[in-house]
């Protein structure tokens, strides 16, 4: 079988999903399966003989067929400010119910519009009442900014289950109204871009190549089972799919010798590069390899680069200098080092030989000059 090419905004970091720190603030229907399901981590499953007293249990967010005037919608609150770059809306296993058609509307809500959401109660069955739907009516949510307009979607087959959308908006976004015409199911919704958050004073240290900080991933050598964006995310990882995973490497040594160090002998690497949210000099650094018990990497090392404004690429020409020096790792652990790095924009985090490691901190100081 030949693999589809995935588009380029895929490898954004991801705003929507629940590990990332989005989540639903209202639904109009949660009948046959709640919105939640829809920003689940997971890859959606079918149950073929799985039943609720509502009706047929399904992996995602799925409305009742829709006997009343008007259309079923969400809105979802991002992990962070940022620009949307593009969608995947997934109608996994969704074949005879799936939302015929959807369409995104973005808007930037302040503490004080955030406040006039009314409280939500996830629960299967339920609809928003008369009082839910007069409360949020006050946000005037269908009169924010189209950035997808009215599109079909196709089937839930895997032929055709994955809708991807590019999206051109270079406006900066907290939340998402997703609108399903009329009604049905979607089992996943992605939302990829780049965040935008506000500067942080320079005397408070932060996690600098944090997805909420703005980092992002520009570069990678192997990413066969985890992508490395997986690192930047907010809290602990919740199984090993949710880090960064390497393939065994083939040059791997037939019989394995140690350093004076303690670390391994091995002629190869794998590595990651990020553009760190802001400008900043790190001076902690945090490498947890939590769920990795067999396949830990042997040791890890961490390099910066001051390239201004640029991205990376491979084309770019930098000089990276040591932040962390080669240091040996262990399993299912929260590894801790003190540094003192110069002002960076860019890390470069590599394993030896291979492995898995489920969260990177970079703990430091904004810098304001290129702010």
Known sequence: ??????????????????????????????????????????????????FT???????????RRKRTAGHDWCILKLASKCVIKGLLVDTAYFTGNFAPKYSIQAARLKPEDEALIPARDTKMGSACGRYELDEIERLKSDKWEEIVPVTALRPG?????????KVLSDEAWTHIRVNIYPDGGIARLRVYGEARPEPPPRDQIVDLVSLLSGGTCQGYSNAHYGHPRNMIKPGKSQCMADGWETARRLDRPEVLEANEDGTL???????????LGFPGR?????????????????????????????????????TWSNILRPSKLSAHKEHWYDCDSDVITHIRVSMAPDGGISRVRTFGYADSELN
Not at 265 to 275: D, L, M, N, R, S
Request: aromatic letters at 14%; hydrophobic letters at 40%.
């Open 53 to 63: 007293e509502f009706g047929k249990w399904m992996d995602g967010w799925e409305t």
């Open 265 to 275: 002998k091995v002629p190869g690497e794998e590595w990651a590069i990020f553009k």
């Open 1 to 50: 079988m030949i693999e589809k090419k995935m588009p380029a905004f895929t490898e954004l970091s991801e705003f929507a999903s629940i590990s990332a720190g989005g989540e639903v603030a209202f639904s109009t229907d949660d009948f046959f399966a709640p919105c939640e399901n829809m920003l689940l981590d997971t890859e959606p499953v079918f149950i073929a003989d799985k």
């Open 157 to 165: 087959y895997e032929e055709t289950r994955l809708n991807f959308q």
């Open 282 to 318: 790190i001076q902690r650094i945090c490498v947890d390899t939590a769920h990795f018990k067999g396949n830990f990497p042997d040791s890890v090392k961490i390099e910066g680069a001051y390239l201004r404004h640029a991205d990376w690429c491979p084309q770019l020409k930098c």
